[in-house]
């Protein structure tokens, strides 16, 4: 269901199709609680927020072990409180776009799916995937970063 390759009329019909929904305030608002709970069931903005969060971290490791002398810091817990609502309406609004052709009912089938104990094992593991993909591109990050330094007089 989620497999959608976006060609030029496909990026169209998407564009219009989510602003007649905006403008069938009912519609929407039914349409949005709907991928809201399939956001919460498949967890996926709280996945992105911790792909970013790891991208960040490699970010900030780095920055680290280039300036050395400087004191640099974030708040981690201030950034994602910023960044969670942000994500989350981006998420909703792809997912009102990607499942566009799919019926109430399969949106709520598909919900009931990642709900169950299969669903959340398949959750669990895409989620470990992407962060094991995200902790191993910042390890490739800081070996880039350590190689630079020993090769840049």
Known sequence: MENANFDERESVEASRYYLHLRGNTAGYKYRLALVDRLDVARKSTESGIEIVFHLVEAF????????????????????????????K????????????????????????????????????????????????????AMEMVAAKRHTVP
Do not use: C, H
């Open 60 to 87: 900030f490791d780095a920055a680290k072990t280039i300036l050395p002398n400087e004191e640099i810091d974030y708040d981690a817990d201030e950034m994602r409180r910023s960044l969670m609502p942000v994500l």
């Open 89 to 140: 309406k981006t998420n909703l609004k792809n997912m009102l776009i990607l499942f566009r052709k799919a019926t109430d009912q399969d949106l709520e089938n598909y919900i009931e799916y990642w709900k169950t104990r299969d669903g959340q094992r398949v959750v669990a593991l895409m989620n470990a995937a992407l962060e094991a993909g995200a902790r191993q591109g910042s390890a490739v």
